[in-house]
T-cell receptor, first 109, second 111 residues
């Protein structure tokens, strides 16, 4: 079942913060976050594993609420380079991801 | 060299033609995937493979077939291309519990 991402789109000024949510109706094994620029491949940002382990890089953080089966991606002091579409991928068993529909983030100077 | 290489990058083909998209990886990963992405939409899984002898259908496999020639190579074929298969196609690799690495994509147009 496809996870639900919210919001669908957000427009920010450079330096503002954003939160993108990813919710599932089923128990999750892990949540992945990726950013995709127009016409390019998705690029890995973060993995959050059941049990609290977090793997990632860059100046982006995320949380994983196992009770609510929800993950949130936090983008602080946004930069122009943060623009793109953000996808979450949810893993219900250790074999494949189900991708959300994406959240389009536009950063204006 | 890129970790995941897709060829061709762009292709225009006619309705009814057979076409093959190729993917090779240097990550040493066992798991490989083929995705389709339509404009403004998310990723839809076509086929996935967890090792050379393991091939599985994804959510939109009709009209497509795959071949896993080696651990590093995973090809996608459109047996008889139709216009609504016009899309951006991505190959990806991973290991269990790790990040997916995507190729640069193949932009396919069926006329």
């Amino acid at each position: 079942q496809q996870p639900v991402q919210s919001p669908q789109a957000v427009i920010l000024r450079e330096g503002e913060d954003a939160v993108i949510n990813c919710s599932s109706s089923k128990a999750l094994y892990s949540v992945h976050w990726y950013r995709q620029k127009h016409g390019e491949a998705p690029v890995f940002l973060m993995i959050l594993l059941k049990g609290g382990e977090q793997k990632g890089h860059e100046k982006i953080s995320a949380s994983f609420n196992e009770k609510k089966q929800q993950s949130s991606l936090y983008l602080t002091a946004s930069q122009l380079s943060y623009s793109g579409t953000y996808f979450c991928g949810t893993e219900y068993s250790n074999y494949q991801l189900i991708w959300g529909a994406g959240t389009k983030l536009i950063i204006k100077p | 060299d890129a970790d995941v290489t897709q060829t061709p990058r762009n292709r225009i083909t006619k309705t009814g033609k057979r076409i093959m998209l190729e993917c090779s990886q240097t990550k040493g990963h066992d798991r490989m995937y083929w995705y389709r992405q339509d404009p403004g939409l998310g990723l839809q899984l076509i086929y996935y493979s967890f090792d050379v002898k393991d091939i599985n259908k994804g959510e939109i496999s009709d009209g497509y077939s795959v071949s896993r020639q080696a651990q590093a190579k995973f090809s996608l074929s459109l047996e008889s291309a139709i216009p609504n298969q016009t899309a951006l196609y991505f190959c990806a690799t991973s290991e269990a519990g790790t990040a997916y690495t995507f190729g640069s994509g193949t932009r396919l147009t069926v006329v």
